[in-house]
């Protein structure tokens, strides 16, 4: 990677991630199967504390460099500023098992997090009207999540930085 603007990104889970693999995580995510990072620290530790104790494993974040110039020019992205009807149609069709994330190689948006997952989840099932939804999501300020959807994105634009014990 050349000296451009490099952003501090973490990915939190029970073990260092120093090559990351994009299709090793679960279907039906917020943007797909891929490997996801933030560039929220405290975050990152959150969801490390989560699955270390589901796994009965100790929590670690691993630390990447992430070239957002380039993959910004040189990449096919898709960016959620907000949970607004795009984010929502969007996480409601990956969650349902449909792919809309197949064209793209980096998105980055909102997480459907413990403050609306419900609401997601709601509208998933059939049990919520988008209207409501998305007056639901209106108060919330969205959280940050980058997803990368192949291989040669976190090759060519993610760099390994570290890991930290939690």
Not at 26 to 53: C, H
Not at 92 to 121: H, M, Q, W
Not at 133 to 149: D, I, R
Request: aromatic residues 14%; proline residues 3%.
């Amino acid at each position: 990677m050349d000296e451009k603007r490099k952003l501090l990104v973490y990915h939190g889970g029970t073990e260092l991630i120093e090559h990351p693999l994009y299709n090793y995580g679960r279907s039906l995510l917020d943007f797909g199967k891929g490997f996801y990072v933030t560039d929220i620290k405290e975050q990152a530790i959150m969801w490390a504390k989560i699955i270390a104790k589901k796994r009965g494993l100790e929590p670690v974040v691993s630390r990447y460099l992430l070239d957002w110039d380039s993959i910004v020019r040189q990449a096919k992205c898709r960016f959620f500023g907000y949970y607004d009807e795009d984010w929502l149609n969007f996480v409601v069709l990956c969650r349902k098992g449909y792919d809309p994330s197949r064209k793209f190689d980096y998105i980055e948006g909102g997480v459907a997090d413990d403050r609306v997952i419900d609401t997601v989840n709601s509208v998933v099932s059939g049990l919520m009207d988008y209207k409501t939804a998305l007056k639901t999501l209106s108060t919330v300020e969205p959280s940050s999540q980058m997803c990368f959807l192949n291989q040669p994105t976190i090759d060519k634009y993610l760099e390994y930085n570290g890991m930290e014990f939690i």
